[in-house]
């Protein structure tokens, strides 16, 4: 007989966070395959260690909460969120191990600080000689943001659990909002069947740009492979240290240009154009967005540093600037500069341009980060509704509209929540750039590293090294957390927490 | 419930759907390279 336990809330969630890491663990059989493949047998053993612990815990996870999901399985949007929330936090230390035992990190917040950037496709990094890491690190660190730009419970949902009344709740807790198909499993499976056709043909095309530039074969698939990750995913990871720069070459730039967009829109726009509506892409409010935010960036950056003649050709402000600006909009953060450069070249208007692209961001249910496209187009739509009501007559009534794949009724609801989440965003901007001050760093600086880290964006101006101060690397670990699971899931993890902690004080 | 199904027709439509996305994300780079071309010939 299955006994039930006290506590269905824990017991779900204990159940639900053991499976998804689970699924993320098994995942350390790849970089430890790879290693292998390659000779690399310390590192085989570093990743089976890893994989032991985080096994082991998913396992006990699992197992403590399997007879409350049995007898009290019905899922609450609380459980949905805190599940999703709670899976990246605990995954953040259990994919950190990899990183520890390679000898790279000095620190396991350094460690941690790492996964997370990962994760949330943010893209700095404190791990130490990039360039002479090995090739299952490598792998694992483009793995982790790949996956994480999917996200790890549209991972477990499409191959793990079955379909289940309530799944829907995990997906949106994950920060990720349109049912493509009505099922919750297909619309998973579809956001990785089309994640993996691009990785197909993002590695192929890389990989031929690779051998063109002088790659060697195994390099220019591994290096196609890895910047195709770190580019879909909206990442901006790469394997050494120079980071675009490395391979010095136009065509791998503009082929890396194409995925990183496409990285950063939409799944239902995907899925839409995919499945024959091809001028969607014009149609739709966030593309329009990205479109004016990019352009306005771009022209704004290039005429800055045209004037200042720092870059005067045509080549140069496009692999220069406008590569860093749509790379920053995408929330990418491939850098064809170096980060000082961005101080010491590009002086206040480009910085102030690239800064505010940072902030904008990519599409909502996409891989990228900031206050989404979609969210900035709605609040400057409702903007204009106002004036328009404010300039007819009183007594005409309007229903506004938004093309979101289809028309949409631009009601308050939806405004309020969009005005809603841009502002705490803006509050944890505000609050990592006060943070960055307070340590001395110059304002500016601040400003650019905030809205990068916030941005889930990744270009940096240096400020973040694992020389900064401890409260400074926390703090972005939470903005990046924070950032990507757009709030409303951490905030339910607190809250459930908080209950708990309640519960068990009016206990003792 | 609806499984994915392969079928010849379908894989044809989806590459030619991706093939779009791919057109549209060329259209726009090649339009990007433009704005710089521009900038770089206004005497500033």
Redesign the interface.
């Given at each position: 007989m299955v006994k039930e336990i006290k506590h269905p809330t824990l017991g779900i969630i204990s159940y639900y966070t053991g499976y998804i890491i689970v699924g993320m663990s098994l995942f350390m059989i790849l970089p430890a395959s790879a290693s292998a493949l390659f000779r690399e047998w310390n590192v085989v053993l570093d990743f089976l260690i890893s994989l032991f612990i985080s096994l082991s815990l998913g396992m006990v996870l699992v197992l403590f909460g399997r007879n409350t999901r049995l007898h009290n399985g019905r899922l609450m949007w609380k459980h949905g969120f805190v599940v999703a929330s709670l899976s990246w936090f605990v995954l953040m230390f259990l994919c950190a191990i990899p990183y520890l035992l390679s000898g790279h990190m000095n620190s396991l917040l350094d460690a941690t600080f790492d996964v997370m950037s990962g994760f949330t496709t943010t893209g700095v990094f404190l791990l130490q000689d990039l360039d002479h890491i090995s090739i299952g690190l490598n792998l694992w660190r483009h793995m982790l943001t790949f996956i994480g730009g999917q996200g790890m419970v549209v991972l477990a949902l499409s191959f793990l659990v079955r379909?289940m009344a309530g799944a829907y709740k995990f997906y949106v807790g994950e920060g990720k909002d349109v049912a493509l198909?009505p099922?919750v499993?297909?619309t998973t499976?579809i956001i990785w069947?089309i994640s993996m056709?691009?990785l197909f043909?993002g590695t192929s095309t890389l990989f031929i740009t690779g051998l063109l530039i002088g790659l060697n074969p195994t390099n220019a698939f591994l290096h196609g492979l890895f910047m195709f990750m770190a580019g879909w995913s909206t990442g901006g990871f790469a394997p050494n240290q120079q980071n675009i720069m490395f391979y010095h070459s136009f065509s791998f730039e503009?082929v890396s240009?194409?995925f990183f967009?496409?990285g950063s829109m939409n799944f239902g726009l995907?899925y839409a154009?995919?499945?024959?509506k091809?001028m969607e892409?014009l149609k739709n409010i966030e593309i329009q967005s990205f479109?004016i935010t990019?352009?306005t960036g771009?022209?704004i950056a290039?005429?800055a540093l045209?004037?200042s003649g720092l870059y005067?050709?045509?080549?140069a402000?496009?692999r220069r600037?406008?590569f860093n600006i749509?790379s920053a909009n995408t929330t990418t953060g491939f850098g064809t500069v170096f980060a000082r450069q961005f101080i010491l070249e590009w002086g206040p208007l480009g910085m102030l341009a690239i800064t505010l692209v940072m902030l904008v961001g990519g599409s909502a249910c996409s891989t990228a980060g900031g206050f989404k496209g979609l969210r900035v187009g709605i609040v400057v739509k409702a903007f204009f509704a106002d004036m328009r009501k404010l300039l007819t007559s009183e007594r005409r009534v309007k229903i506004e509209k938004y093309h979101h794949i289809k028309d949409m009724v631009l009601d308050d609801a939806v405004v309020r929540t969009s005005s809603t989440i841009i502002f705490l965003y803006l509050l944890m901007f505000t609050g990592a750039t006060m943070l960055g001050a307070y340590f001395g760093y110059p304002v500016v600086d601040s400003m650019f590293e905030a809205a990068s880290i916030s941005g889930n964006v990744g270009l940096s101006i240096g400020i973040t090294a694992t020389t900064m101060p401890s409260a400074m690397k926390i703090y972005y670990i939470f903005a990046m957390y924070l950032g990507r699971l757009e709030f409303l899931s951490v905030f339910a993890l607190i809250g459930v927490m908080a209950q708990g902690v309640k519960t068990w004080l009016k206990r003792a | 419930m609806k499984r994915f199904n392969f079928n010849r027709a379908t894989f044809k439509s989806d590459a030619v759907g991706y093939a779009s996305e791919i057109g549209w994300m060329v259209l726009y780079t090649i339009a990007l390279f433009l704005l710089s071309w521009i900038i770089s010939v206004i005497p500033w």
């Open positions: 379909e198909v099922n499993r297909g499976q069947i056709v691009y043909i503009v240009i194409l967009i496409l995907h154009i995919i499945k024959g091809k892409f479109l990019s352009l771009s022209a290039a005429v045209a004037k005067s050709d045509s080549v402000l496009f600037v406008v749509v | -």
